[in-house]
């Protein structure tokens, strides 16, 4: 488990995603899953349309990150925590 909230702000500078999944929104429920409300935050996710292990690591949403966040390597570890 991360030992740290994902410093996204939800500017949204990300999006689109080429493969539909709202960077900000999960972000916002995997921190909220890390503060410790675990049960609304996987309730959360579990109702998300796209989940984190859809990502396709394309690198587009980094580009335009100006918090530099490594996204697709966060993607990565989402869902074994979340699932």
Known sequence: ???Y???CDGCCDCLPCAAD???PEIFRIYNRFLRG?????LQEYHSLAHKADECIRCGRCEKSC???IG???VMFGIPEEME
Do not use: G, K
């Not at 409300?37 to 935050?41: I, V």
């Open 21 to 23: 999944l709202n960077i």
């Open 37 to 41: 409300e675990e049960a609304e935050a």
């Open 5 to 7: 909230q994902i410093p």
């Open 1 to 3: 488990m991360a030992l």
């Open 66 to 68: 100006h918090n530099r």
């Open 71 to 73: 996204i697709s390597a």
